[in-house]
């Protein structure tokens, strides 16, 4: 994990034992709720450059068919191949 050894994470888990003491509980359990803050305000960011990039998309290709203003996540999905139909020889 982190690219991180066992003995490293021995280490830092004796300095962080030495530094917290008996808080080290509570301070997992802020750090757990600021890391779900982050990636929840990280996820908001992604959906809003999709969407913009989307609705960039959308005006420059002039497809009104998709509405600009929806509150639900659209994902894009590749169109299916299509392969020419086989015609045996004659």
Known sequence: MFGLGPFEMVVIGVIAVLLFGS???EVARKFGGSYREFRKG??????????????????????DSVPTGTSEA?????????????KPPS
């Open 42 to 63: 990280l996820n908001d960011v992604q959906q809003q450059f999709k969407t913009a990039e989307r609705e960039a998309k959308n005006t420059f290709l002039g497809d």
């Open 74 to 86: 659209i994902e894009d999905e590749p169109p299916e191949p299509v392969a020419p139909k086989f």
């Open 23 to 25: 808080n080290l509980p």
